[in-house]
């Protein structure tokens, strides 16, 4: 049987980490996260090669020369990307991917591969995706707002996505994210 590949994403803040954390302790024994590269610093208690490959931007940059990713983009100000020979990989071993990624790169994997699954988590409402921002505590006040003028922006691109998922309630998004995948898979 083919294996697919699912990609979530939303706006940063919304809480997709969360959802997908959740899914995968439900569902790690038919799904693999697949780990994309950046080149932005470390969060703390990320590690290199579980949560994201930290590259420079030299090393990036000449991984895209070779044309070595199956997507990447520049968002906030770094770049990020999912190498072509990691989901090959994970494909050959018998594995259904979930790539958690950006509107840009998710609509160059659709490009690509049309059979890849599109999944977009978003927030109650703009409101709420300021206050959990604000709430992580993670960046500074020009940061919060260069990633509110970039929600915009992939509210709009979410409209090419086969899903959307409102996480107003991690339970029921969780929920819904597995109905989404079963019936993808034909379950």
Known sequence: ???KLFVISGCSGVGKGTVLNEFMKRNS???MLSVSCTTRSPRPNEVDGVNYFFLSCEEFENAVKEDKF???A???GNYYGTKKK??????NQGMNIILEIETQGALQV???MPEAVLIFIVPPSIEELEHRLRGRNTEDEAT???RLNEAKIELERSKK???TVINDDLERAVLQVEDITRKELGE
């Open 110 to 112: 659709k490009e690509k």
């Open 74 to 76: 520049q968002f906030a």
């Open 144 to 146: 919060i707002q260069r």
């Open 70 to 72: 199956l997507e990447y």
């Open 1 to 3: 049987m083919n294996k």
């Open 29 to 31: 024994d038919k799904f």
């Open 161 to 163: 996505y086969d899903y």
């Open 86 to 91: 990691f989901i090959e990989q994970k494909f």
